[in-house]
């Protein structure tokens, strides 16, 4: 069993979001993200595997393929569908860990 501390080592980047890989393997991904208030993720998606977001802390903007935004802070779960295009606005400092799974090329 492998364990890792979700509340330590956040490193922030005046560049834009960071993102940390926590465990990568054959199955997916887990993917720590931290970004500083006004930061963008670009719309983008993951075409073969559902997105699952964990908000750790701060508040941010998440928008769906539906192009409804939500305002979501820590203890909040969000999930994308396959393919679902998505956006994220930092409000204020925001980390969250975003989950894939049978993601090709995730294993090297």
Known sequence: ??????LENWQFSPKGAHAEPLHVDKSGRAILFTMNPGQIIRE????SSPFY????????V???GDGVEKTVD???LLVFDPAE???????E???FVG?????PGAWA
């Open 62 to 64: 998440f928008t769906g």
């Open 74 to 76: 820590a203890n909040t």
């Open 99 to 103: 989950i894939l799974h049978g993601v």
């Open 93 to 95: 400092e925001l980390v």
């Open 1 to 6: 069993m492998e364990t890792i501390n979700l």
């Open 53 to 60: 977001v964990v908000v750790l802390s701060g508040k941010g």
């Open 44 to 47: 983008h998606n993951a075409p």
């Open 85 to 91: 295009q998505h956006v994220i606005r930092a409000l």
